[in-house]
């Protein structure tokens, strides 16, 4: 078992940046490819960004490329995503999730393919 914790999120204007947290507990960090997910209010969750267990593997949604950072500190077994620019379309709770690197396929936008999931943090930015 993975046990994830996200903070970091809070109410932040148009513009601002924050920056999230995910914590892991319980298993290898290093082991496991991470993702960043948000969901909306009435909306579906949606992928924001992913890293492969050693860093060396990014990805981004089109809509935050340029705007959000995804990295991680395996020794602090930490995730973080650094926003930037920040939009009201931004607003949402914002989950991290974790995938086995030697655990099956991985297809880092899909939610299904993960198998540990955090509580989530909110993250609400003002017009």
């Known amino acids: 078992q993975v046990q994830l914790v996200e903070s970091g999120g809070g109410l932040v204007q148009y513009g601002g940046s924050l920056r999230l947290s995910c914590t892991a507990s319980g298993r290898t960090f290093s082991n496991y490819n991470m993702g960043w997910f948000r969901q909306a209010p009435g909306k579906e969750r949606e992928f924001v960004a992913a890293?492969?267990?050693?860093?060396?593997?990014?990805y981004y949604l089109d809509a935050v490329k340029g705007r959000f950072t995804i990295s991680r500190d395996n020794a602090k077994n930490t995730v973080y995503l650094e926003m930037n620019s920040l939009k009201p379309e931004d607003t949402a709770v914002y989950y991290c999730a974790a995938k086995g690197a030697y655990s099956g396929t991985w297809t880092y936008q899909v939610a299904s393919s993960y198998n540990y999931w955090g509580q989530g943090t909110q993250v609400t930015v003002s017009s």
């Open positions: 890293i492969t267990w050693s860093g060396v593997g990014r």
